[in-house]
């Protein structure tokens, strides 16, 4: 049973940092890639950061120059910087395996900056 820890939420006024973590367990397969998504109620749930087994690495536009993502195994961190009031939302781990056909999400972990 596949699951995913998540971890590094809090409370950070505005120009801070924190750093999320997200491990995955519970399976034979290799990973595809490991993604961060964020949400704010009333809002759909958006793309923050991607990476790739091969390491490839994408972003949105909203957290490029100010977010890093990376992978050490199955565990992959969020490291954010210069956090803004606009950055407060929940977090999700979402994780593709191969020959999995199941897509898989963590419960979240609350980021809140305060201004």
């Known amino acids: 049973q596949v699951q995913l820890e998540e971890s590094g939420g809090g409370l950070v006024q505005s120009g801070g940092s924190l750093r999320l973590s997200c491990t995955a367990s519970g399976t034979p397969f290799s990973i595809n890639y490991m993604a961060w998504y964020r949400q704010v109620p009333g809002n759909a749930r958006e793309l923050v950061a991607r990476?790739?087994?091969?390491?490839t690495t994408n972003y949105a536009d909203s957290v490029t120059g100010r977010f890093t993502v990376s992978k050490v195994k199955n565990t992959m961190y969020l490291q954010m910087n210069d956090l803004k009031p606009e950055d407060t939302a929940v977090y999700y781990c979402n994780v593709d395996f191969a020959y999995d056909p199941d897509n898989y999400w963590g419960r979240g972990t609350q980021v809140t900056v305060s201004s």
């Open positions: 990476i790739t087994s091969d390491g």
